[in-house]
């Protein structure tokens, strides 16, 4: 099968497409065939290996010292299952299914194996597995940090970097927890937020959020660019700054997956699809998301549409 290798650390051009052996599902596994994947700035951390310095070791003891350990990227897919193992329950060949693989990686391939006790569920109705694939990274994220801070009905929450992968979900996410949300971005993506929910938003080009009378219950910085001492005057008594900045890994629950599910079905939440590149074309992807540029999500088509 083709899959795209991470060879080293380092910038895009590590990058390799790679004819690789096909996996084989033990008993508690599926195989699925994938349909598509994302780019995310998760990737783009792994890749590079940026890591804050105090982290620096441990991540590399996690990730692999001189390369990644698991060279196949990609931490979000949806496809089809094709075989399943003979312990499996939970699924069955043909099954359309969505899957966050986190630090296991391998979702820029054709092809991978996920046990059925993992992030697996079966796709939404009606989505197709580009919409699928797209929701994951950003919404658990998004949930991971409104537990984190208490987020309740009526608060107002600014969210900064609110037309990113983590920042469109955050946005629409805060929103159906009955949230007042305030969204910081380009003029160029204004209207993007606000048809996701937020009632006001901020040009970050032209104005300083800090500097407005508002006060609000939680600052959620989206995008990690955000210092916390800029937020201080910005912040309610008791309000909390939250920033997906050197936080490590986001704690995802089952129920977020199901949760993601329902609210897709009923269409509360939608997935933001900037750009779609092949699976050959995965270097020129990361390239893109690293311009820190993109609306929402990039689109791994692993099997075209059709």
């Known amino acids: 099968m083709k899959a795209m290798v991470c060879t080293k650390y380092g910038g895009p051009d590590v990058l390799e497409l790679r004819e690789i052996a096909k996996p084989v599902p033990k008993a508690k596994e599926l195989l699925v065939k994938i ?82 006790e993992d992030l697996v569920a079966v796709q939404p109705a009606h989505a197709t597995h580009e919409e699928a694939a797209a929701i994951l990274f950003g919404g658990t994220t998004a949930l991971h940090f409104f537990r984190k801070g208490q987020l309740r009905s009526g608060q107002k929450v600014l969210i900064y970097g609110a037309s990113g992968a983590v920042g469109t979900s955050a946005v629409q996410l805060a929103r159906h927890f009955g949230a007042e949300v305030t969204g910081v971005c380009s003029a160029a993506n204004a209207e993007l937020v606000k048809s996701l929910g937020a009632e006001r938003w901020i040009d970050y080009t032209r104005e300083d959020f800090a500097e407005r009378p508002e006060r609000y219950e939680i600052i959620f910085d989206a995008v990690g660019k955000l210092p916390k001492s800029k937020c201080r005057r910005a912040l309610a008594p008791d309000g909390r700054y939250l920033t997906v900045d050197g936080q490590g890994i986001a704690k995802v629950l089952p129920e977020d997956i199901r949760l993601l599910k329902e609210l897709m079905e009923t269409g509360r939440i939608r997935p933001v699809i900037d750009r779609r590149y092949p699976l050959e074309e995965i270097p020129e992807a990361h390239r893109y998301v690293e311009t820190g540029r993109k609306r929402g999500n990039v689109v791994v088509t692993v099997v075209p549409p059709g």
């Open 35 to 116: 349909h598509a994947a994302t780019v995310t700035s998760g990737d783009i951390r792994v890749r590079a290996f940026q890591s804050p310095p105090l982290l620096w070791l441990p991540m590399r003891a996690v990730l692999g010292f001189t390369k990644p350990r698991n060279p196949i990227l990609g931490v979000e897919l949806a496809g089809e299952v094709e075989a399943v193992g003979p312990a499996v329950k939970r699924f069955k060949k043909g099954d359309r299914v969505f899957a966050l693989t986190r630090m296991r990686l391998g979702c820029y391939a054709e092809y991978t194996c996920l046990s059925e």
